[in-house]
């Protein structure tokens, strides 16, 4: 975090001690780090508002969130961690903070868990974010794991606009990939899908990430590049596996750079093809999208190393930011 720009952070989890005991933990630890921090126990969800609060995290239920069987035997129950509006590396110090006690009490994620970010914002560069996102927005999902790619709590802008007219539900819909609606409440953009996490690294450094997208986003000669351009700064560096050149997969990944349905690809090149589907599915380099198939980019989940690079890429980085202890 190398600008003053605010930020939020959202944590979905599961926890399995009391809220009450988990906040007056907090709450100590911010104490004993000179942190003027405080944590307070929300007893239903509520939204966070409050725009001149630099102080206080909200621990709330979240009913969007399923233990699996394993966790609910043991007690566990979906909670959101609030933080208040946090600005550059003392933000991120905040962050250990929590984080450090999250792990201590056993919290746990799984795949209904989301990491929600927010930066602040002006019209203008509410805009501007939002055209690059609309760009870049698959280069940036295929880098997230499969149960966000498809979720109905961070939908796709493309799975969305189908022309001009329906555009402006952008602005009202809150469960998309970039939430919009939020400026109006908040003058925050949200970047809604992250994956779940209580790792410090992984969330300093999706939020690193994110407003360095906002950053970028914002200056104008990047505003107005190309698609391509957009992809040169925005997509992690993942390697791609080598097919041979003329291979079945190397000419379905090809064949599928335009997304077809599956009885065209079966009609195009015959039945074999389905041995070759199982392994650039498990490559994770075609995806389904109901009944049609596309290649994709290749990704991972792995934040820091994206972050990294991205943060290198526009010059960014600074090892200040490793706060971690």
Known sequence: MT??????????????????????????????????????????????????????????????????????????????????????????????????????????????????????VNEREMRLVAANWFRAEDLVMAGLPESRRHNRYCKRYRNLITGTDNIGRLCRDKYVALNLSSYALRKTIEFRCAAGSVEYDKIANWAMFTQAFVERSTVAEVAAGTAQELADWVAPQTAQPNFKAGSLKAQLRDFLATPRRWSEVKAHFGRQMSKEKVALQAAGMIESHGDFFKSVSPGNAVYREAAQWFLGRVQQFSPAMAVAA
Do not use: M
Not at 31 to 41: C, D, E, F, P
Not at 78 to 103: F, Y
Not at 104 to 120: E, F, Q, T
């Open 3 to 120: 600008t003053d720009r605010t930020y939020g952070i959202e944590i979905e989890c599961f926890a399995n001690v009391g809220q009450i005991q988990l906040a007056q933990e907090i709450t100590a630890n911010f104490a004993l780090q000179g942190i003027n921090h405080s944590v307070t126990v929300v007893g239903r969800y509520r939204p966070t508002t409050d725009g001149a609060n630099v102080s206080e995290w909200e621990i709330k239920p979240d009913g969007s969130l399923r233990a699996t069987p394993t966790q609910a035997r043991n007690g566990y129950r979906g909670i959101e961690v609030v933080s208040p509006v946090l600005r550059g590396i003392d933000g991120l110090k905040a962050l250990k903070v929590v984080t450090d006690a999250l792990n201590r009490n056993n919290c746990k994620v799984n795949k209904s868990a989301g990491l929600h970010i927010h930066h602040g």
